[in-house]
């Protein structure tokens, strides 16, 4: 089945410093969404984007919307400990119900 | 408002025993999903449902079945478990109109031996 690109795969970062992630697809999406899981836990829904070029913040994370529609970019500003976990996008094609993921991010934060 | 619930959390089977994985969801939410997550895969759609009463098999449906009776429900069901289904089932839900926020529930671990 189709899946997302999402790079990088894993990220080792000290306290403190900004991060960057992103996702490519090779279909036009008219949602992107991203989402962070803890050991153990369900996917939690951190930001969800709808326009092309559309820029979304909650806290220290932005996302946005790529204008080509076929990506999407994920910021984590002045990481902290608990920034800890796998963070995977997911995006939804044109005229379809189903949510294609990417294969997760995962970051490390050294204190 | 406790979101998406699934119960058990956790359960180990033997090749060829039966079981029903239940989702819960009291957000009135329309569609509801099954997916289970291995390592290095990701998240796969086993089945779906567009409202009460309707199923679609998504990317990997074979071995599970799934029912819809009640809007708030949607079961997954392994008729005669196998060891490759031995995985992390997630279920899933969000509303209908244009936010496609979805929303996850905790996990069921399913080991079968």
């Known amino acids: 089945g189709q899946q997302l690109n999402q790079s990088p795969q894993s990220m080792f970062i000290q306290e403190g410093e900004d991060v960057s992630m992103n996702c490519t697809s090779s279909?036009?999406?008219?949602?992107w969404l991203w989402y962070k899981q803890d050991p153990g836990e369900g996917p939690v829904l951190l930001i969800a984007?709808?326009?092309?070029?559309e820029l979304t913040s909650n806290g220290r994370l932005t996302a946005q919307f790529g204008i080509t529609r076929k990506d999407s970019f994920l910021n984590i500003s002045a990481s902290i400990p608990s920034d800890v976990g796998i963070y995977f996008c997911?995006?939804?094609?044109?005229?379809?119900?189903?949510?294609?993921f990417g294969t997760g991010t995962r970051l490390k934060v050294l204190a | 408002n406790a979101g998406v619930t699934q119960t058990p959390k956790f359960r180990v089977l033997k090749t060829g025993q039966s079981m029903t994985l239940l989702c819960a969801q009291d957000?009135?939410?329309?569609?509801m999903y099954w997916y289970r997550q291995d390592p290095g895969m990701g998240l796969r759609l086993i089945h779906y449902?567009?409202?009460?009463?309707?199923?679609a098999k998504g990317e990997v449906p074979d071995g599970y079945n799934v029912s819809r009776l009640k809007k708030q429900n949607f079961l997954l069901g392994l008729e005669s478990a196998a060891p490759s289904q031995t995985s992390v089932y997630f279920c899933?839900?969000?509303?209908?109109?244009?936010?496609?926020?979805?929303?996850f529930g905790p996990g069921t671990r399913l080991t079968v031996t």
């Open positions: 899933a839900s969000r509303p209908t109109g244009t936010r496609n926020e979805q929303y």
């Open positions: 957000m009135n939410h329309e569609y």
């Open positions: 449902s567009v409202g009460e009463g309707t199923t």
């Open positions: 279909s036009i999406f008219n949602t």
């Open positions: 984007l709808y326009k092309a070029g």
């Open positions: 997911a995006g939804i094609p044109s005229g379809t119900y189903k949510y294609i």
